[in-house]
């Protein structure tokens, strides 16, 4: 018979505690976890996406359904796997947003499988955090005193066991089935939350939404941040692991019938236009710029230049000032992918990471097939972004990588841009000709920080802060381009080459208000969208032929079927979307520049598809010309006048995900 143990008031207080958490450590938990959840929804602001009733329903169902389990735990047991589980979810919800932050996405399954690049991120990661992030922690703080002390009494309970108190046991049977009828009512309560908001958005304005897929933030904006991570999951396991998806004979019709109709495009210009195949054996070097946008072009601050390198390249070169770039969640590598295979990245993850094993009508093959050697200069790990293995199904024939160079200028993530061009000139010159060199530049990654050694340019106003070393980095770049032009010159290798560089993406900085102070205007919602994506093209043809700024809209998509047509080289049988841009005909009337959201311009419009989803949300902008800033005007018209292009622009994604994801470019020709 066990001795009854009489506790002091003093010592009845934590066991009151206790035993009050005990009986309501779920609702506690999802209280707290819906206040991390509301956070998340605040920082990240997205348009149109705050959270309402609804939303609170899904969320709170979605963290019923996680933690439902637990009730079949004894006291002690739940508590400890509710603490754990706040643990996971809150690490889950804050990689989201700091990846946000930088991408302005959400993780995904195929980002997980390029995880091991987070590491080298280093400084990126750190210039994301901010102090409001630790009120995501802030609990943590009672956590863990109350984890050290539950495990402390259960100890004690242990060793003094001739002092428990006697209970009469229920059967075991019986409390088990009190649980688990228990745990079924509160699963289908949160099985209700989740599905009734759901199944009206699904019924409604989302009718379409889990099937297109056409944005992250959309799945976001019905299922909420953990609920889009077990859709997710469900997707990428449905998609590799049970069962094997397969095209169907529709759909590859479909698709060869798209990429047929563009390819005609380009067979009627190799027909007919003067410039086809002008430059038939030039070398062809072209250079990937990191964050290098456009705006900087022609700008000054403090009355300095902050690229006069390009400046002056620009009086001898062909200049695009409408080119955009079209890229997603694989940033560089999707400017890779789209400046050199002339496909649209996908929604989620890279096609470096994803499907570097499918077969690609790429540049680098194209030219080798016709008689020209290929090489990549990237002074970084070959396997950052999967290149190893992708740049050799791409038909490279050397990838030249950090290994491969002298770390004689440590500027950022690696070698210096000045002695990467050099060094990658004294390699060109060593290949045999005609040839093919694509440089990927590194040194204005974000964070931008330059070690005081290469900082050149006053930022004035700016100085110290990320856009202030933004411009920074760009200015050493740009001097860096300089030198290799006058180094490619004196190799004799400057007018055998047709010479090109664009962006890669825009910078990641997302406060408007240092773009609008160094541009001296404020700037409305299609301003801002063409800044971001609107980055440089630049193309130096030999003896400065055709020098001159071109107003007509293009995308990194077009850029391999531009080279291919000053080659002479047909691309009408390639499975590719671009058109080419230097032609002696008059542009391309209606040409569309389609990004991955759905969005599209073709100069005379832009259309913005909501990020929500609702239909009414979507924007449809009428271009009507050059304002006194020199910034092109835009007003809002009725969405009606960007219909057609919104589905045209569709169908270009689609055709373009169907021969990516099921590595159709084989069964295309």
């Not at 955009?324 to 096609?351: K, W």
Request: aromatic share 12%.
């Amino acid at each position: 018979m066990a001795v009854p143990f009489h506790y002091s008031r003093r010592q009845q207080a934590p066991f009151f505690l206790i035993a009050l958490l005990q009986r309501l450590d779920i609702i506690l938990f999802i209280t707290v976890m819906l206040l991390k959840l509301n956070l998340f929804d605040r920082i990240i602001h997205v348009p149109n996406m705050a959270m309402v009733r609804d939303d609170w329903m899904t969320a709170a169902g979605t963290l019923i359904v996680i933690s439902f389990w637990t009730l079949w735990l004894p006291a002690r047991g739940r508590l400890i796997a509710l603490i754990v589980l706040d643990l996971i979810l809150t690490a889950i919800v804050y990689a989201d947003l700091i990846y946000f932050r930088y991408f302005q996405d959400l993780i995904t399954i195929p980002v997980l499988m390029q995880a091991g690049q987070v590491s080298a991120l280093g400084d990126s990661i750190g210039s994301l955090l901010s102090g409001r992030d630790l009120w995501f922690f802030a609990d943590w703080l009672l956590l863990l005193p109350l984890f050290i002390y539950t495990e402390i009494r259960a100890r004690r309970n242990r060793n003094h066991r001739t002092a428990e108190l006697s209970f009469h046991k229920p059967r075991r049977l019986s409390a088990a089935l009190r649980k688990l009828v228990a745990s079924i009512i509160v699963f289908a309560i949160g099985f209700t939350l989740i599905y009734v908001p759901v199944h009206k958005a699904k019924t409604t304005w989302a009718a379409e939404l889990f099937t297109g897929n056409w944005w992250n933030l959309s799945l976001y904006n019905v299922t909420g941040v953990l609920g889009f991570h077990g859709y997710d999951l469900y997707r990428y396991a449905n998609e590799h692991w049970l069962h094997d998806s397969k095209v169907t004979a529709e759909q590859e019709t479909e698709a060869k019938q798209w990429f047929q109709a563009r390819g005609e495009l380009r067979k009627q210009l190799e027909s007919s236009d003067a410039l086809f195949g002008k430059y038939k054996g030039k070398n062809v070097i072209m250079i990937q710029l990191e964050a290098f946008q456009n705006f900087v072009i022609n700008r000054s601050i403090g009355g300095v230049p902050v690229t006069p390198n390009m400046n002056k390249l620009l009086e001898s070169s062909l200049y695009y000032p409408n080119f955009y770039h079209q890229t997603a969640q694989g940033r560089t590598s999707d400017a890779d992918l789209a400046a050199n295979v002339s496909l649209q990245p996908l929604p989620t993850g890279s096609v470096f990471i994803r499907y570097a094993q499918h077969q690609f009508d790429s540049m680098p093959q194209t030219l080798k097939d016709n008689g020209y050697t290929a090489a990549a200069f990237h002074a970084y790990d070959g396997g950052f972004w999967n290149r190893n293995m992708m740049y050799d199904q791409l038909g490279y024939d050397k990838f030249y990588s950090k290994n491969d160079f002298t770390m004689d200028e440590p500027v950022g993530w690696s070698l210096g841009d000045k002695s990467f061009f050099q060094q990658s000139v004294v390699k060109m010159t060593k290949e045999k000709q005609p040839f093919y060199s694509f440089l990927i530049s590194l040194s204005s990654h974000h964070p931008y920080k330059l070690p005081p050694s290469a900082q050149q340019l006053d930022t004035k106003q700016f100085k110290g802060t990320m856009f202030g070393d933004y411009l920074e980095a760009v200015h050493y770049v740009d001097a860096a381009l300089g030198a290799m032009i006058e180094s490619l010159k004196q190799a004799g290798l400057w007018d055998k080459s047709i010479f090109l560089f664009y962006g890669d993406h825009d910078n990641s900085i997302a406060d408007w208000q240092p773009f609008e102070s160094f541009l001296g205007q404020s700037l409305d919602e299609t301003e801002r969208f063409r800044i971001l994506k609107g980055v440089p093209f630049i193309v130096h043809l030999p003896g400065d032929a055709h020098a001159g700024t071109y107003e007509q809209p293009a995308g990194q998509l077009d850029v391999t079927p531009t080279v291919l047509h000053l080659l002479g080289i047909g691309s009408s049988d390639k499975v590719m979307i671009g058109t080419p841009l230097i032609t002696a005909s008059p542009p391309q009337a209606g040409k569309r520049i389609v990004f991955r959201n759905g969005a599209y311009t073709d100069g005379s419009v832009l259309y913005l598809p909501a990020e929500d989803g609702l239909p009414e949300h979507s924007k449809c902008y009428s271009i009507t010309g050059t304002g006194a800033t020199g910034s092109k005007q835009a007003q809002l018209t009725d969405q009606s006048v960007c219909h057609t292009g919104a589905v045209e622009a569709r169908k270009e994604l689609d055709a373009s995900d169907l021969v990516v994801e099921y590595n159709l470019v084989p069964h295309l020709h």
